[in-house]
């Protein structure tokens, strides 16, 4: 052989000048595990690779593609060393670079002809395996965890017979050439776990397994981080899936950078494996990586494409997006314009790698506060308005995966803003628990970064103060309204807007109570306050009107209530106009005062036109319209027409259902409605199971002590009474009123109530007597229908 300006002279053996397509494949050149270790599931993408193997003649080509760590080379291991496939050899190329693809077809020429490594390059060796290649059939190529199909490209081409290539690749966007490409998902729950605890047995047969599905669903189901998970359970005993989980949450770096000694490869890691692959990444588009790191402060699934407007020029944006889906770090779905995002691979890329430069950690400090502006950027402004819950429903378990994932230490006012305005959602909504776990937190940021005196500090105190009143927590919505309102009197004036706000919403926290001894005085404060500040026909000034009028009813001063709500009637038609839904507020609020009063001639007919104009004007699904069905079926239950109270009780609770959720406290006040109206009808069979479940239901939704919770105890103790069940009605309005006693007051017309049931079935005259029991009761009108005033108290600021 001659090579450059020098002549050498080269001696071959006689066998390696043998051509290629003269020498055979011999047993024993196989250079994969004929034994693959433990390996479940996977049924279906193994008689996909078994149907491509069947197709006649040419070359047979399979592509097998997904996230990194789905389990590719497992899959391609164990279809070739399992199935009925008859090739050989079998070559396993390592082929994620061109060198790597080189060195593999090399490595096949070496051991096809060993002599040939002495006297030739790599260069001539890949050549010679790639003749031999062409020249022979029966063969299966598995090219494992390729990078770049031009890579291969000339390998496939020249390769023309009848051998068999099994590509495994990251890459899923690249492959439509390929005739029979395998897309490869997660484990489903019943494998990964099966995975899992066969694994972790195998050094501690009968060990403690608690949390082990749990942990694998933290682990997405993820083949090799379940491996992983599994290997550090074998070689820790004492170590259970429920302490991996509570290591995986204090140390998130560290426990996906930990395999088992001598088990687990350090390069085949989940931390190693996707690092590597955002580091290629970085390299070819640096865009798509800070959208990969944006994208892992959010929930992984239905993630809007439109949380990332604004954060590139569209070319950029949709480069970077298609090299992310063509690395299989993202799934498109171009049906709900969404995407979704493994959450290991969310986990890592918000977890600073130790191993990393400084300047890491500063990139997922920067991508956190992307996410949360661009998340609270997108939040409809308004929370009250059913056209805009379906955005809220989409974002908001965005949301909570942010607040979640986020340490308080990093909330910014941009996590306020996000927090304050999800929990005004969610408590409209009647998720008050949820709300108030982020109304806190986004005032804890205001008070930090603000100041306690600010004025969105204030805001954010009056809504959390509104969230526990929504939750009958009237022990700590005082104590948090009156501190609003000392602080707003001194940081803004007696006379300012929020200042007075704040009064009226303190003014309505007494009356919830009970406490009308405080209440009426300090909304008669205010409402003149009001007009001086703001106006006779300032919406907040009607409000205020009206919240007077509702204190004087409750006081049972019907006199002074039903000539205020009148007022405010006229006042807010000549003001806002017949058809304001403020307008549309007071006429259904002085229908209820008619209907308090008994005069039913009147508050039918003004139900029914409240009802017909919030059709008109909001809409058949909007709450309040549902709210003025509810009152008018209630008004027909007081004039005794239940013939067409219980079918109107009905369709309301079926519509509150589709349009709220069963839980909603609105839906459960449905509920209790119904049941009501059953009681009244003599049908105790239905009323009293449904009182049952409408306890049950506010007990978990709302808590023991919330005063819709309470008044459930009352009214279901009532309908034990009624149907002489003296036995469980006592109990219960005994415990009923200790509670409300203890929640309210003693004078809270709520207790009254109970107190007066109570001693109605208590009466000597009653023990023994069912019959007397239930006389009692019907002689007092018991009313377990509510009628829904609607709110006039504009208690939530945005």
Known sequence: MQTGDHSTVVSLPPEALRPPDLIPARAGLDNFSSHPGLFVGRTSELDQLDAALATPGGTVVQAVHGLGGIGKSTLAAHWAATRPHHCAPIRWITADTPDGIQNGLADLAAALQPALTATLPIEALAEWALQWLASHTGWLLILDNVNDPADIASLLARAHTQGRFLITSRLATVWHHIPTVVRLDVLDEAEALDLLTRTAITTAPGRDLDGAAELCAELGQLPLAIEQAAAYLAQNPLTTPRDYLALLNAYPAAMYRSGATGITKPDRTIARIWNLTVDRLSTLQPKAAELLRILAWYAPDQIPVTLLDGLADPPTLNDALGLLTAYSMITPDHATHTLAVHRLVQALARTPDPDSPPSAAYLINDALSHATSQLANALPNTWDKPTTWPKWRTLLPHVDAL????????????????????????????????????????????????????????????????????????????????????????????????????????????????????????????????????????????????????????????????????????????????????????????????????????????????????????????????????????????????????????????????????????????????????????????????????????????????????????????????????????????????????????????????????????????????????????????????????????????
């Open 403 to 798: 607040a979640d994932h986020a340490t308080a230490e990093t909330d910014s006012l941009a996590t306020a803003r996000l927090l304050n305005l999800t929990g005004l959602f969610l408590a409209d909504q009647g998720q008050v628990a949820h709300a108030i776990n982020h109304l806190r937190r986004g005032l804890a940021v205001n008070v930090r970064m603000l100041g306690k005196d600010h004025p969105d500090t204030l805001s954010v105190r009056n809504n959390l103060a509104s969230a526990y009143e929504s939750a009958g927590d009237l022990g700590r919505a005082i104590p948090l309204y009156e501190q609003t309102l000392a602080d707003r009197v001194r940081a803004l004036g007696e006379d300012h807007p929020s200042t007075l706000s704040s009064r009226n919403n303190l003014a309505g926290a007494y009356q919830s109570v009970g406490s009308l001894g405080r209440a009426i005085p300090l909304f008669k404060e205010t409402l003149p306050a009001m007009v001086r500040a703001l106006g006779e026909d300032h919406p907040d000034t009607l409000t205020c009107r009206s919240n007077l009028a509702s204190a004087f009813q409750s006081a049972g001063d019907l006199g002074r209530a039903i000539p205020l709500f009148e007022q405010t009637l006229a006042d807010r038609v000549r003001a806002l106009g017949e058809d304001h839904p403020d307008t549309l507020t007071s006429r259904n609020n002085l229908a209820g005062a008619y209907d308090v009063a008994g005069d039913l001639g009147r508050a039918v007919p003004l139900f029914e036109q409240t009802l017909a104009d919030r059709v008109r004007v909001l809409g058949e699904d909007h709450p309040k319209v549902l709210s003025s069905r509810n009152n008018l079926a209630g008004a027909y239950a007081a004039a005794g027409d239940l013939g067409r109270a219980i079918p109107l009780y009905e369709e309301i609770l079926t519509n509150r259902v589709r349009v709220l959720g069963e839980d909603h406290p609105k839906v459960l006040s449905s509920r209790n409605n119904l049941a009501g109206a059953y009681a009244a009808a003599g049908d105790p069979g239905r009323a009293i199971p449904l009182f049952e479940q409408t306890l049950t239901d506010r007990v978990r939704v709302l808590g023991e002590d919330h005063p819709e919770t309470l008044s459930s105890s009352n009214n279901l103790a009532g309908a034990y009474a009624a149907a002489g069940d003296l036995g469980r009605a006592i109990p219960l309005y005994e415990k009923t009123l200790t509670d409300v006693t203890r929640v309210l007051s003693d004078n809270h017309p709520l207790t009254v109530t109970v107190r007066e049931n109570l001693a109605a079935v208590d009466a000597p005259d009653a023990v023994g007597k069912p019959e007397n029991g239930r006389a009692a009761l019907r002689t007092r009108r018991q009313r377990t229908h509510s009628v829904s005033a609607d709110a006039d108290q504009n208690s939530f600021e945005p």
